[in-house]
């Protein structure tokens, strides 16, 4: 099974893409926050996607640059899709659209919060809901209430990260009601290091999801990604 709306990101070597390609992992990311430990530059992302089956979507992690700086990135780096973590508008958004590449928010609100943050940005955009705790933007690998992202179902498709663990997918996926969900440390031996097998188990866990294959999230088509 394809696991169209499955995201591991923070890919650092080639062997994990190509494992992660094997497995059906629908979106691979790459960070280009040079203070992460998962920075890679735009020329080490190509090489790590490039070759891969094209129904994988490549998506690139960014922290408030400028609209024309990620435009540059992204297009060295054969990028699909960018997502924003920092505090870029719907104007920056807009900007990144026209240039070819959908779009993917980072959002850390919850609630009618969310409702409220998420309706500045239009439909087209997707919308990811994590935690917003810890030192780095990202989840951080800190488990949240994932239910308190529901509201924002009801209204539009959305993803979420941040904790999100092989043992917790299912749970975290049907409280918050996603349609996509972004793994990183929950697959880790270190940051940066992805351990094969938890890989593999999240995988095995995703394709228990009924979502899992519906639509495709992280490609930007969100009207077929379920309800």
Known sequence: MFLANLK??????????????????????????????????????RALFEGLPPRIVRVGV????????????????????????????????AALRLAGFHVVKVLKSTGEKLVADASQFPSEVGILVESGRGTLPGGNG??????????????????????????????????????????????????GVKDHEAVAQLAQAARALSGAATGAFWKGDYESCPA
């Not at 060295?76 to 508008?89: C, F, K, N, P, Y």
């Not at 209430?145 to 904790?163: E, K, M, N, V, Y």
């Open 8 to 45: 591991v990101c923070g890919i650092t070597t080639r062997e994990t893409a190509l494992f992660c390609a094997r497995e059906g992992i629908g979106a691979l990311g790459a960070v280009f926050f040079k203070p992460s430990p998962r920075y890679v530059s735009p020329q080490q992302a």
């Open 142 to 191: 800190a488990a949240w209430d994932w239910s308190a992202a529901r509201p924002l179902s009801t209204r539009r498709p959305l993803g979420i990260a941040g904790g999100l663990t092989p043992l917790n997918l299912i749970e975290a996926a049907q409280a918050a009601h996603a349609a996509a969900w972004d793994v990183s440390s929950g697959v880790e031996t270190a940051p």
């Open 62 to 93: 960014f922290v408030d640059l400028k609209a024309d700086e990620v435009i540059a990135i992204a297009r060295i780096a054969a990028l699909d899709t960018v997502q924003l973590h920092g505090h870029e508008s719907p104007a920056d958004a």
